[in-house]
């Protein structure tokens, strides 16, 4: 199985939609995500949170996570959220980044955005991978 690792600073917003997209539509047999950040926030913004409800997924009780060379080691993909300089590069980790406004103090119709936005691009890297749940024939 591989670990894809969303990374951001915060890991309070964009870096937990992703996770949250990939793990749900992903074949856990193959794939499966953890978000992190290069500076943890104490909670997912609660705007994301509530973005996030409106499809079926719940972040309320999720904390942000710091991201750790050991944690990245376990990583064989590293996705990144825009962050400019302040995203992580790990050496010998595959990286791809992906160029997302920051959620933090958007209106919600902003937020909803960039929320359609990154699962757009988690749909696209699983179908890429050929991560998708097999369906019965």
């Known amino acids: 199985m591989t670990l894809v690792l969303f990374a951001c600073v915060h890991?309070?917003?964009r870096s937990q939609m992703a996770g949250a997209f990939f793990n749900a539509l992903v074949?856990?047999?193959r794939a499966r995500a953890l978000s992190a950040g290069t500076e943890p926030g104490?909670?997912?913004?609660?705007?994301v949170v509530e973005a996030m409800r409106e499809r079926g997924i719940?972040?309320?009780d999720v904390r942000p996570t710091r991201l750790t060379p050991e944690l990245a080691s376990q990583a064989a993909l590293l996705v990144t959220m825009g962050?400019?300089?302040?995203?992580?590069?790990?050496?010998?980790?595959e990286r791809d980044d992906w160029p997302l406004p920051d959620?933090?103090?958007?209106p919600?119709?902003?937020?909803?955005?960039i929320r359609d936005t990154i699962e757009a691009h988690v749909r696209a890297l699983i179908t890429a991978r050929?991560?998708?749940v097999a369906r019965p024939t």
């Open 11 to 13: 890991n309070a917003g």
């Open 27 to 29: 074949d856990p047999s």
């Open 42 to 47: 104490t909670q997912v913004h609660p705007v």
């Open 58 to 60: 719940d972040l309320a």
């Open 83 to 93: 962050c400019g300089e302040a995203c992580p590069v790990i050496p010998g980790l």
């Open 103 to 106: 959620p933090k103090g958007q």
């Open 108 to 113: 919600m119709e902003t937020v909803r955005a």
């Open 130 to 132: 050929d991560w998708s």
